[in-house]
């Protein structure tokens, strides 16, 4: 608001707010392809913004670069958080936290019972304005600070010449109790989602823990349904390790040639391996492992296989 009169009624991302000017707000900006993603220049040439996704990073890193007419001059930015826009439609802020700070990182989550999605903002390198407004003074507020737009909290850095920062987002099941088991699959599998200790048990005694089975999507009831090594089996080029996957879980191996008490393990398979429902056969061939295990100083080794959720 501005003398008690509408300014703005939305705010998105990378809303260059002001630079001693507003001409920047609704500027028309030209843009060009980047690596991993984009480059956008002002009309005027003096505002620069660099945005790029790297793979398998759940955030956009900006760069911002200022010249000529605003060399030396703070620019404020912007940023329009609408953590699941749909829950926030039908719901309001009933779910929508307050912004947590943790070292040089923001992060706003809104907490359904089955989702918790967050955006968060890496301000290193760019200030962060916690005493912005989005009124004029001299007001009564009705709303949250950073709030009176519909459904948006709005978070303001400022930088001079050049600066940057992170634009991150997640969407994540709910975990009220914090056990390692969603809500959602702790009602499936006749769990309590207000029972912080369940997920630390092991109900069908196989070993694995019930929070464990979650992650590897194993059935957390059935004594014969966990992750395992199927089989090893050597070949003319290497050693073949056999194990079942599950969809949208990531599978690591590693590797020890010491004994199996207190062994070193060392991680073979970095990039992480897609499971697809099916067996997979991972060849140690020497290739991502040291020594080759056709090498005669190899007298044992063992492997273990790890289970991650996808980022």
């Not at 608001?1 to 002001?18: F, I, P, Q």
């Amino acid at each position: 608001l501005s003398n008690g009169s509408v300014g703005s009624y939305r705010t998105s991302c990378l809303k260059d707010w002001w630079a001693g000017t507003t001409k920047y707000i609704n500027d028309v900006y030209a843009f060009v392809d980047w690596t991993n993603g984009w480059r956008s220049t002002s009309s005027d040439g003096a505002l620069q913004k660099t945005i790029t996704l790297a793979p398998k990073i759940g955030s956009f890193a900006v760069a911002y670069a200022l010249s000529g007419a605003l060399a030396g001059q703070p620019l404020y930015v912007r940023n329009g958080l609408s953590p699941n826009l749909y829950d926030l439609l039908l719901h309001g802020q009933q779910t929508l936290g307050g912004v947590v700070t943790s070292g040089a990182i923001l992060r706003l989550a809104n907490t359904n019972y089955g989702t918790t999605v967050a955006a968060s903002i890496g301000h290193a390198g760019a200030g962060y304005n916690p005493a912005a407004r989005d009124d004029g003074n001299g007001y009564t507020n009705y709303t949250l600070g950073m709030r009176n737009q519909a459904q948006t909290h709005q978070v303001e850095l400022v930088g001079t010449n050049q600066f940057s920062f992170s634009l991150g987002f997640t969407a994540v099941p709910s975990d009220w109790d914090g056990d390692g088991m969603p809500n959602t699959y702790e009602d499936a599998k006749s769990f309590s989602a207000t029972n912080s200790a369940d997920g630390a048990g092991d109900e069908d005694e196989d070993g694995a823990l019930n929070w464990q089975e979650y992650v590897a999507d194993t059935d957390p009831r059935d004594e014969f349904d966990f992750l395992a090594v199927t089989a090893n089996r050597p070949t003319a080029t290497g050693i073949v390790v056999r194990f079942p996957t599950k969809s949208r879980r990531d599978y690591f191996v590693w590797y020890a040639n010491s004994s199996i008490i207190n062994p070193s393990w060392t991680l073979a398979t970095s990039n992480g391996i897609a499971g697809t429902g099916g067996t997979y056969d991972w060849l140690d061939n020497g290739t991502q492992t040291t020594p080759s295990p056709l090498s005669p100083a190899i007298t044992s080794r063992f492997y273990r296989i790890e289970v991650e959720l996808p980022e």
